[in-house]
Protein backbone atom coordinates (compact mmCIF):
# COMPACT_ATOMS: atom_id res chain seq x y z
CA UNK A 1 0.00 0.00 0.00
CA UNK A 2 1.63 3.83 -0.73
CA UNK A 3 0.99 6.52 1.65
CA UNK A 4 1.03 9.90 0.24
CA UNK A 5 1.77 13.06 2.06
CA UNK A 6 0.77 16.43 1.63
CA UNK A 7 2.15 19.61 2.30
CA UNK A 8 -0.49 19.63 5.02
CA UNK A 9 0.27 17.01 6.69
CA UNK A 10 4.34 18.10 6.87
CA UNK A 11 3.05 21.75 8.42
CA UNK A 12 0.91 19.95 10.76
CA UNK A 13 3.49 17.84 11.62
CA UNK A 14 6.33 20.69 12.04
CA UNK A 15 3.56 22.82 14.09
CA UNK A 16 3.12 19.98 16.84
CA UNK A 17 6.68 19.46 17.39
CA UNK A 18 8.28 22.83 16.68
CA UNK A 19 8.45 24.03 20.83
CA UNK A 20 11.05 21.05 20.76
CA UNK A 21 13.34 22.48 18.18
CA UNK A 22 12.25 26.02 18.63
CA UNK A 23 16.30 27.14 18.75
CA UNK A 24 17.62 24.66 16.16
CA UNK A 25 18.31 25.92 12.51
CA UNK A 26 15.81 25.18 10.05
CA UNK A 27 16.85 24.17 6.17
CA UNK A 28 14.48 24.83 2.99
CA UNK A 29 15.55 22.85 0.44
CA UNK A 30 18.67 21.41 2.43
CA UNK A 31 19.26 19.07 5.42
CA UNK A 32 22.54 21.09 6.11
CA UNK A 33 21.48 24.15 7.45
CA UNK A 34 23.72 27.07 8.34
CA UNK A 35 21.79 29.60 10.04
CA UNK A 36 18.72 30.03 12.00
CA UNK A 37 16.68 29.56 8.45
CA UNK A 38 19.15 28.64 5.73
CA UNK A 39 17.39 28.49 2.03
CA UNK A 40 18.83 26.68 -0.81
CA UNK A 41 17.93 27.29 -4.76
CA UNK A 42 16.43 24.13 -6.03
CA UNK A 43 19.32 24.66 -8.11
CA UNK A 44 22.68 27.23 -7.98
CA UNK A 45 23.35 27.95 -11.52
CA UNK A 46 19.68 27.08 -13.43
CA UNK A 47 17.29 27.93 -10.81
CA UNK A 48 13.56 28.23 -11.77
CA UNK A 49 10.97 30.71 -11.34
CA UNK A 50 9.96 29.49 -7.95
CA UNK A 51 13.55 30.15 -6.38
CA UNK A 52 13.58 32.92 -3.90
CA UNK A 53 11.94 34.68 -0.83
CA UNK A 54 8.04 36.32 -1.47
CA UNK A 55 7.56 39.56 1.32
CA UNK A 56 4.18 40.36 2.13
CA UNK A 57 2.85 42.03 -0.85
CA UNK A 58 0.55 44.84 0.02
CA UNK A 59 -1.66 48.22 -1.29
CA UNK A 60 -1.12 50.27 1.87
CA UNK A 61 0.66 50.54 5.01
CA UNK A 62 -0.32 49.04 8.08
CA UNK A 63 -3.11 51.05 9.74
CA UNK A 64 -1.60 50.16 12.95
CA UNK A 65 2.85 51.02 12.91
CA UNK A 66 5.18 48.13 13.47
CA UNK A 67 6.81 47.60 16.69
CA UNK A 68 10.21 45.97 15.55
CA UNK A 69 12.54 47.72 13.47
CA UNK A 70 13.30 46.56 9.74
CA UNK A 71 9.67 45.26 8.94
CA UNK A 72 9.75 44.99 5.30
CA UNK A 73 6.85 44.63 2.73
CA UNK A 74 6.58 44.92 -0.91
CA UNK A 75 4.40 47.95 -1.96
CA UNK A 76 2.06 47.29 -4.67
CA UNK A 77 -0.83 49.48 -6.66
CA UNK A 78 -0.59 52.06 -3.83
CA UNK A 79 -2.85 55.16 -5.69
CA UNK A 80 0.56 57.70 -4.89
CA UNK A 81 3.70 56.03 -4.06
CA UNK A 82 5.30 53.54 -6.06
CA UNK A 83 5.92 49.99 -6.58
CA UNK A 84 9.21 49.14 -4.52
CA UNK A 85 9.94 47.64 -1.40
CA UNK A 86 9.40 49.49 2.00
CA UNK A 87 11.01 49.02 5.36
CA UNK A 88 10.24 50.37 9.00
CA UNK A 89 12.62 52.74 10.82
CA UNK A 90 10.87 53.30 14.20
CA UNK A 91 9.08 56.45 12.58
CA UNK A 92 7.96 56.23 8.55
CA UNK A 93 8.10 53.69 6.00
CA UNK A 94 11.49 54.35 3.69
CA UNK A 95 11.26 53.27 0.26
CA UNK A 96 15.16 51.35 -0.77
CA UNK A 97 15.58 53.93 -4.14
CA UNK A 98 15.69 56.45 -1.14
CA UNK A 99 18.41 54.66 0.99
CA UNK A 100 20.22 54.00 -2.38
CA UNK A 101 19.91 57.62 -3.61
CA UNK A 102 21.54 60.17 -1.65
CA UNK A 103 20.41 63.12 -3.43
CA UNK A 104 17.28 62.21 -1.53
CA UNK A 105 18.63 61.66 1.84
CA UNK A 106 15.93 63.22 3.78
CA UNK A 107 18.38 63.17 7.11
CA UNK A 108 20.93 65.85 5.96
CA UNK A 109 19.81 69.57 5.55
CA UNK A 110 22.65 72.02 4.61
CA UNK A 111 23.08 76.05 4.51
CA UNK A 112 25.44 78.27 2.90
CA UNK A 113 26.33 81.74 2.18
CA UNK A 114 29.34 83.99 1.41
CA UNK A 115 30.68 87.17 3.78
CA UNK A 116 29.87 88.16 7.54
CA UNK A 117 27.22 91.14 8.52
CA UNK A 118 28.64 94.05 10.65
CA UNK A 119 31.56 96.03 11.08
CA UNK A 120 32.59 95.48 14.58
CA UNK A 121 34.67 92.89 16.06
CA UNK A 122 31.88 90.53 16.72
CA UNK A 123 30.27 89.62 13.12
CA UNK A 124 27.08 87.43 12.35
CA UNK A 125 27.97 84.76 9.43
CA UNK A 126 25.99 84.54 6.54
CA UNK A 127 23.67 82.08 5.32
CA UNK A 128 21.33 82.75 2.57
CA UNK A 129 20.95 79.49 0.65
CA UNK A 130 19.12 76.21 0.98
CA UNK A 131 18.73 73.82 -1.55
CA UNK A 132 16.71 70.61 -0.44
CA UNK A 133 13.69 68.72 -2.85
CA UNK A 134 11.37 68.17 0.54
CA UNK A 135 12.64 70.76 3.31
CA UNK A 136 10.68 69.18 6.07
CA UNK A 137 10.10 73.07 7.68
CA UNK A 138 13.58 73.45 7.50
CA UNK A 139 14.37 77.53 6.70
CA UNK A 140 16.59 80.23 6.15
CA UNK A 141 16.13 84.14 6.44
CA UNK A 142 17.97 86.78 7.17
CA UNK A 143 21.40 84.63 7.91
CA UNK A 144 19.48 82.84 10.77
CA UNK A 145 18.34 79.07 10.32
CA UNK A 146 14.94 78.00 11.57
CA UNK A 147 14.79 73.63 12.76
CA UNK A 148 11.89 71.68 11.25
CA UNK A 149 11.54 68.75 13.37
CA UNK A 150 12.61 67.31 16.50
CA UNK A 151 15.19 65.16 17.26
CA UNK A 152 19.44 64.68 17.63
CA UNK A 153 21.54 66.22 15.29
CA UNK A 154 25.27 65.95 14.55
CA UNK A 155 25.86 69.82 13.34
CA UNK A 156 29.03 70.62 11.03
CA UNK A 157 30.42 73.69 10.39
CA UNK A 158 32.97 75.69 8.42
CA UNK A 159 33.71 79.30 7.72
CA UNK A 160 36.67 81.02 6.55
CA UNK A 161 38.85 84.27 7.56
CA UNK A 162 41.54 86.66 6.04
CA UNK A 163 42.79 89.62 6.84
CA UNK A 164 42.88 93.04 4.16
CA UNK A 165 46.27 93.38 2.15
CA UNK A 166 48.79 95.30 3.83
CA UNK A 167 47.47 94.90 7.47
CA UNK A 168 50.46 92.95 8.99
CA UNK A 169 48.91 91.96 12.88
CA UNK A 170 48.50 88.91 14.57
CA UNK A 171 45.11 87.92 16.16
CA UNK A 172 42.38 85.58 17.58
CA UNK A 173 39.25 84.45 16.71
CA UNK A 174 36.33 82.19 18.19
CA UNK A 175 33.60 81.25 16.09
CA UNK A 176 30.36 80.02 17.62
CA UNK A 177 27.20 78.32 16.90
CA UNK A 178 24.21 79.47 18.52
CA UNK A 179 20.71 77.97 19.28
CA UNK A 180 18.01 80.36 20.13
CA UNK A 181 21.11 82.91 21.19
CA UNK A 182 22.57 80.85 23.35
CA UNK A 183 26.26 79.25 22.73
CA UNK A 184 25.96 75.38 22.04
CA UNK A 185 29.52 75.05 21.04
CA UNK A 186 32.57 77.01 19.46
CA UNK A 187 36.37 76.90 18.86
CA UNK A 188 38.69 79.37 18.65
CA UNK A 189 41.49 79.80 15.51
CA UNK A 190 44.61 82.19 14.82
CA UNK A 191 45.97 84.05 11.99
CA UNK A 192 49.81 84.63 11.96
CA UNK A 193 51.55 88.39 12.19
CA UNK A 194 51.76 88.06 8.34
CA UNK A 195 50.81 90.54 5.46
CA UNK A 196 48.84 87.39 3.88
CA UNK A 197 47.48 84.89 6.23
CA UNK A 198 44.12 83.64 7.02
CA UNK A 199 42.07 81.05 9.07
CA UNK A 200 39.77 78.75 8.71
CA UNK A 201 37.73 76.94 11.25
CA UNK A 202 35.93 73.57 11.28
CA UNK A 203 33.89 71.89 13.66
CA UNK A 204 31.23 69.51 14.85
CA UNK A 205 29.29 68.69 17.97
CA UNK A 206 26.19 66.31 19.44
CA UNK A 207 23.20 68.68 19.92
CA UNK A 208 19.38 67.84 20.04
CA UNK A 209 16.82 70.04 18.59
CA UNK A 210 13.20 71.25 18.72
CA UNK A 211 11.35 72.46 15.78
CA UNK A 212 11.51 75.82 15.24
CA UNK A 213 14.71 76.76 17.31
CA UNK A 214 16.67 79.51 15.78
CA UNK A 215 20.00 78.81 14.75
CA UNK A 216 22.91 81.53 13.75
CA UNK A 217 27.03 81.21 13.39
CA UNK A 218 28.75 84.19 14.62
CA UNK A 219 32.86 84.96 14.59
CA UNK A 220 34.89 87.52 17.04
CA UNK A 221 38.30 88.71 16.79
CA UNK A 222 39.79 89.10 19.99
CA UNK A 223 43.40 89.03 21.83
CA UNK A 224 45.06 90.78 19.42
CA UNK A 225 48.53 91.36 19.09
CA UNK A 226 50.60 94.63 19.89
CA UNK A 227 50.76 96.09 16.69
CA UNK A 228 46.99 95.95 16.12
CA UNK A 229 45.28 99.34 14.64
CA UNK A 230 41.50 98.15 14.99
CA UNK A 231 40.11 95.30 16.25
CA UNK A 232 37.27 94.84 13.29
CA UNK A 233 40.06 94.79 10.76
CA UNK A 234 39.20 91.65 8.90
CA UNK A 235 36.63 89.77 6.56
CA UNK A 236 35.53 86.46 4.81
CA UNK A 237 36.48 84.86 2.16
CA UNK A 238 34.84 81.62 -0.02
CA UNK A 239 32.03 79.71 1.67
CA UNK A 240 30.49 79.10 4.96
CA UNK A 241 28.53 76.00 5.53
CA UNK A 242 26.24 74.84 8.10
CA UNK A 243 25.17 71.01 7.79
CA UNK A 244 22.25 69.39 9.84
CA UNK A 245 22.60 65.58 10.04
CA UNK A 246 19.07 64.14 12.07
CA UNK A 247 20.32 61.04 13.54
CA UNK A 248 16.84 59.80 15.68
CA UNK A 249 14.17 61.52 17.17
Given at each position: MKYYISITHVLLYSALFSSFSAFSQSGIVTKNAKAN??????????????????????QNFPVTNPTRLGQLVYLSGNATLNDEFYYWDGSN???????????????????????????SPQRTINFSRFLKASTDGFSVNNNEVTVGKNGLYLISFTANTKKPLGVNEQANFTYTILVNG???????????????????????????????????????KSNVGSTVTTLSNYEAFGINNLTLYFIQN
Open positions: LHIEPSSITNPTGQDGILVPRVWIPFTKVLNRDLDETIYAFDGQGYTGATAASAVQTSIAAEEVSSTSASFSFLKRLNAGDKITASVN
